[in-house]
């Protein structure tokens, strides 16, 4: 079984911009859609504590990126 993430949790992970292992954690941001206007309130993602940029978004916030996608 998957790990559900919480906001606040913190995990080692690979920051793409900062080209380090960094300990990263999960926040809730506004999340803009790509090759959209589509922006989404709340989505957990993962954050680099270095940079501040989004490394990723976990599986469990892909459906509400799905459902906001549909509702346009």
Excluded at 30 to 53: A, I, Q, Y
């Amino acid at each position: 079984m998957k790990a559900l993430f919480s906001a606040g949790d913190i995990v080692a992970s690979n920051c793409p911009h900062c080209r380090k292992a960094v300990q990263s954690r999960f926040e809730l941001r506004t999340v803009r859609m790509p090759r959209s206007r589509l922006s989404v309130r709340n989505v957990l993602v993962d954050v680099c504590g270095l940079c501040e940029n989004v490394i990723g978004i976990p599986a469990q916030s892909i459906p509400q990126l799905r459902e906001a996608g549909l509702a346009k």
